[in-house]
């Protein structure tokens, strides 16, 4: 009785947070100027759309505005006690390369998380396990498509 009452404890908090997730972010189109990774994919510079993938999925979609190239990845909601100035994604920068880190929304204090990747596990191990540069780049908001 106790280990079901825990499950299902589990389930629905992990429902409240995929919910949050979903609802902390809003479309952002960015200029990304160099080639990035993002969990086991490494993505060309050029111009990114980040939305969620489905209005009640956690999931997000980043895709090229081109459409040549695309990633689906599930963050996990982040909060800071003071509304961000601007959108913007930002990234941890080894010596070899970009890793997508975090999405924000102007206005809003809840932002999207990305899970570090193998990948950038092992650029932090390479770099004796220092803590990685941060670059920010600016985004905007877009419409929702219909």
Not at 13 to 19: G, M, Q, V
Not at 97 to 121: A, C, D, M, N, V
């Amino acid at each position: 009785m106790m280990k079901t009452l825990c499950r299902i404890t589990a389930m629905l908090a992990l429902a409240l947070l995929a919910a949050e997730v979903g609802r902390a972010q809003e479309p952002v189109l960015a200029n990304i100027p160099f080639a990035f990774t993002v969990g086991n994919m490494t993505l060309p510079a050029g111009e990114y759309r980040v939305e969620k993938v489905q209005e009640s999925a956690p999931a997000l979609l980043i895709q090229r505005t081109d459409r040549s190239a695309s990633m689906i990845v599930v963050p996990f909601a982040i909060e800071v006690n003071a509304p961000q100035a601007q959108t913007k994604l930002i990234f941890h920068r080894y010596a070899n390369g970009y890793f997508l880190s975090q999405i924000w929304t102007e206005g809003k204090t809840r932002g999207s998380e990305l899970p570090k990747s193998p990948k950038e596990k092992d650029q932090g191990l390479l770099a004796h396990n220092e803590s990685p540069n941060q670059v920010t780049i600016v985004a905007r908001l877009i419409p929702s498509r219909p």
